[in-house]
């Protein structure tokens, strides 16, 4: 008696999970800008410490656990860097700071890029959304004129 309205049903189903998909898609990519945006301040912070350290200023290191120890800066111009790719190098405090600024910069870019990855599923979202209400309005359609059929067939008897 249905006329294709089971497929629709199957139609809505699917397009019902391709959004739950994208939002998760969307909350991993705003997770992932957090977290570089993070990232960015904790380099925020080591670059004023390096602008603001002396040789000879009494600083605390952290030792992992929130365990710290008291530490005397013997010279300022050997700080070592986190290159990238698990490697380091000693730095001068103006190389180190280029050194952070450019990994702050790299970070600004790729914080950009998931921004309009994030438009992109935002907008297929829209699209999908858009299918689904059309999808609805049809079956409602389609119901209506089996219940207004059913209706004239009681009528005539």
Known sequence: MSLGGGGGGGQLEQLSQELDALER????????IEGFREEQREIDEATEALENLESGATVQVPL????????????V???VV???GGYAA????????ETLE???????DRI??????ITE???????????????QQQQMQQLQGQMGGLGEESDDE
């Open 25 to 32: 898609q969307k909350e991993a990519m705003e997770d992932e």
């Open 64 to 75: 992992g656990g929130d365990a710290y120890v008291r530490a005397e800066i013997q010279d």
């Open 77 to 79: 111009d050997e700080t």
């Open 82 to 84: 986190s290159l990238g």
């Open 90 to 97: 000693e730095r001068s405090e103006e190389e180190a700071i």
């Open 102 to 108: 450019r990994k702050r910069d790299a970070l600004d």
């Open 112 to 117: 950009e890029e998931v921004d309009e990855e």
């Open 121 to 135: 599923i935002e907008s297929e979202r829209d699209q999908l959304e858009q299918q689904a209400q059309q999808l």
